[in-house]
C-alpha cells in the first residue's frame, strides 16, 4: 500500500503560478504511474494529469494543456505539478493519486487507486 501526502497549494491571483508536490512512501514508487486530479465544489472529480512510471509519457487535460507541466523525481519519490497561468476556474482541491498496476503508462484512464488527502488551490479573479 502506498501513503500520498500532497503541498503546495494556497490563495494565488489569476494569472499566477503554484507547484504542487506529492511525496509517496510504502511502496517502489519509481515502478508506478502517477496522476494528478482536481474536484472544484458540486462537481465531480476530474484528470488534470498523468505520467508514466519511468516519466518519459505524460498525459494532460484540454482544460490544462500548455499550463500545468506533470514531472516526478524517483529518488525523491515524489510527483510535481507545475500549475502556471491559473485561472479562476483552476480553483478545486487537487490530488495525486498513483496507479495500481506497475510499469503504467500514463493512461487517464488507468486504476487509480492510492489517494491522498487533498490541497486546496484557490485562484482570485
Known amino acids: 500500500q502506498v501513503q500520498l501526502v500532497e503541498s503546495g497549494g494556497g490563495l494565488v491571483q489569476a494569472g499566477g503560478s503554484l507547484r504542487l508536490s506529492c511525496a509517496a512512501s510504502g511502496r517502489t514508487f519509481s515502478r508506478y504511474a502517477m496522476g494528478w486530479f482536481r474536484q472544484a465544489p458540486g462537481k465531480e472529480r476530474e484528470v488534470v494529469a498523468a505520467?508514466?512510471?519511468?516519466?518519459?509519457?505524460?498525459n494532460y487535460a484540454d482544460s490544462v494543456k500548455g499550463r500545468f507541466t506533470i514531472s516526478r523525481d524517483n529518488a525523491k519519490n515524489t510527483v510535481y505539478l507545475q500549475m502556471n497561468s491559473l485561472k479562476p476556474e483552476d480553483t478545486a482541491v487537487y490530488y495525486c493519486?498513483?496507479?495500481?498496476?506497475?510499469?503504467?503508462?500514463?493512461?487517464?484512464?488507468?486504476?487509480?487507486?492510492?489517494w491522498g488527502q487533498g490541497t486546496q488551490v484557490t485562484v482570485s479573479s
Open positions: 505520467i508514466s512510471w519511468s516519466g518519459g509519457r505524460t
Open positions: 493519486a498513483a496507479d495500481q498496476e506497475p510499469y503504467g503508462l500514463g493512461s487517464p484512464s488507468a486504476d487509480f487507486g492510492s
